[in-house]
């Protein structure tokens, strides 16, 4: 089959790899429909994270074609959303509600597991992470928006969560990206009465607005900060979604969180440090991490599959597999949000 290879930095390339097969009871086999290339996946691009040469991929939806003998709940021919990592559904972390943290699991991409951008994958315990996608006939617009549940729907979500973000809420969203633009979008769902984004592009910051972005701000740094407390009267935020991951994101979540406040923090982090002495002297938390998309699916699937949100709206470049370098450059030099892969029909 054919699949996109991490050859390293600045090195993607399509080439061919076995086709996948079950290999143990618990497996499914699913032909890929619809990926995408995540953020996470441009920092082994640009040579800021290191992974070892192989398949690349981890955010897929497609169609199960074969099933081991142990697999319950899905059937050839089902629809399903696949998160972003695999795990067993049975131990300590995953009944805990942390299935991204499986003493089982593992992420797709890694190793010998399947990446999401290929033809078809290999799926390790696939009862417990397959998700089966309820109906038929769903539309393209549909289809992109599960994608987004694989990771960056569920990880903007998982920020406000984090965050702490109800009804009522004022949050600001540091990150305009596809998941700080998720985060916008989830922080709506929740009831935040106020969202304030950081944006320079005009695209996002249409896509911010669409989501529910209140006010759209293009300062950066201690700019950002001033503005946001000019904004709440001296107040600061009631939650605060980290969504970037560098240094200046964490100083700019921390500095305009209000005393008492959360900091939901799901960029990958490079060069950040905590600032320990504001969660000490202005009892601001910081909550987050690795996004336990499983868990979240299910709900928000319901919320896709009945027209009250739209997430699919962050794909702003598609291509197939025959354009993966494509892919990747589009977001790299940030002509793309986020970029998706048309791999084969429904």
Not at 152 to 168: L, N
Request: a negative charge.
């Amino acid at each position: 089959m054919r699949a996109a290879f991490f050859n390293g930095p600045r090195d993607i390339a399509l080439g061919t790899r076995p086709d996948p097969s079950i290999q143990l009871p618990t497996d499914a086999v699913v032909r890929v429909v619809l990926a995408c290339v995540c953020g996470s996946d441009l920092w082994f691009f640009r040579g800021e994270t290191p992974k070892p040469p192989g398949t690349i991929g981890h955010e897929f939806i497609g169609v199960v074609e074969d099933i081991g003998t142990e697999v319950t709940g899905l059937a050839k021919g089902d629809l399903v959303i696949a998160p972003f990592v695999f795990g067993d559904g049975s131990c300590p972390h995953c009944l805990a509600g942390w299935p991204t943290n499986c003493t089982s699991g593992g992420s797709f991409g890694n190793n010998d597991i399947d990446g999401g951008q290929g033809e078809a994958v290999r799926v390790p315990f696939a009862s417990s992470t397959l998700v089966p996608v309820p109906g038929t006939g769903h539309s393209e617009e549909t289809l992109r928006s599960l994608t987004t549940l694989c990771d960056v729907m569920c990880t903007g979500h998982h920020a406000a969560k984090s965050a702490g973000v109800e009804s009522g809420s004022v949050v600001a969203v540091v990150g305009d990206g596809a998941v700080g633009l998720s985060g916008v979008l989830a922080s709506a769902r929740l009831g935040a009465s106020r969202i304030i984004v950081l944006s320079r592009t005009p695209e996002r910051q249409n896509i911010a607005r669409q989501f529910g972005a209140t006010d759209v701000l293009a300062e950066r740094g201690d700019e950002a900060i001033a503005r946001i407390m000019e904004l709440t009267n001296g107040t600061g935020v009631d939650a605060a979604l980290e969504c970037v991951g560098t240094g200046e994101s964490m100083d700019t979540a921390f500095g305009v969180a209000r005393p008492g406040a959360l900091v939901g923090m799901v960029g990958a982090p490079h060069g950040v440090t905590v600032p320990i002495r504001t969660v000490m002297i202005r009892n601001v938390g910081l909550r987050g991490g690795v996004c336990p998309a499983r868990r979240y699916i299910p709900e928000l699937m319901t919320d896709v599959l009945e027209d009250r949100i739209n997430p699919g709206i962050v794909f702003d470049f598609a291509t197939n597999l025959e354009g993966i370098v494509d892919a990747y450059e589009a977001m790299d030099t940030r002509r793309a949000t986020k970029s998706l892969l048309r791999v084969s029909s429904l």
